[in-house]
């Protein structure tokens, strides 16, 4: 390991300098639901507020409580999950004025993502595949072991079968269209 630098020792005058990077033409990234969806519900703590919502803990403190989040920082997270639609507000004490949170259908729409997000977590991160800090059952009785599928013929989706087709104008798959 080389010794660290003498910050106090002159700089060698003649060595070269770092040269500028080239202005990329089409700075812009691409465009993608992936992208607009995790600047909305991709923000610390938001999906967690999602799972205790759907869990039934809809009260400000539970929420606190079972998310470990910052009260300043939950309340932004709930405010912005509301102002799209994705959590409603409702007033369940007047004096104080106090309020629940209740998933919209869109709200409702990103349960199975964040069953599938546990069950990647459980399979990846988990050490031993039995210490699982929850089990979710399905109204069929058996632990939920959720899965993709295509909505046309039913087969589980595989990242072999997929081909993407670029629909914003100027971009191919592997980046901007050439000018």
Not at 10 to 29: E, G, H, L, T, Y
Request: proline share 11%; aromatic share 4%.
């Amino acid at each position: 390991m080389a010794p660290p630098k003498d910050k106090s020792a002159p700089k060698d005058k003649s060595a070269p300098q770092d040269k500028p990077v080239p202005k990329d033409k089409n700075k812009d990234p691409r465009p993608c639901s992936i992208a607009d969806a995790l600047a909305l519900v991709g923000e610390k703590y938001s999906l967690l507020v999602l799972r205790e919502v759907c869990l039934g803990n809809r009260r400000f403190d539970q929420l606190v409580r079972n998310i470990g989040a910052p009260r300043d920082v939950l309340a932004t997270r709930l405010r912005r999950l509301v102002d799209a639609g994705i959590l409603t507000r409702r007033t369940y004490s007047e004096h104080p004025q106090r309020f629940e949170y209740r998933p919209t259908e869109a709200g409702l729409e990103l349960e199975p993502v964040l069953m599938t997000l546990m069950a990647w977590g459980d399979r990846h991160l988990r050490k031993d595949p039995l210490d699982r800090p929850m089990v979710v059952e399905h109204i069929c009785g058996n632990e939920l072991v959720p899965t993709v599928t295509c909505a046309a013929c039913g087969a589980p989706v595989r990242h072999e079968d997929l081909t993407a087709h670029p629909q914003s104008p100027g971009w191919t798959v592997t980046g901007p269209a050439a000018a």
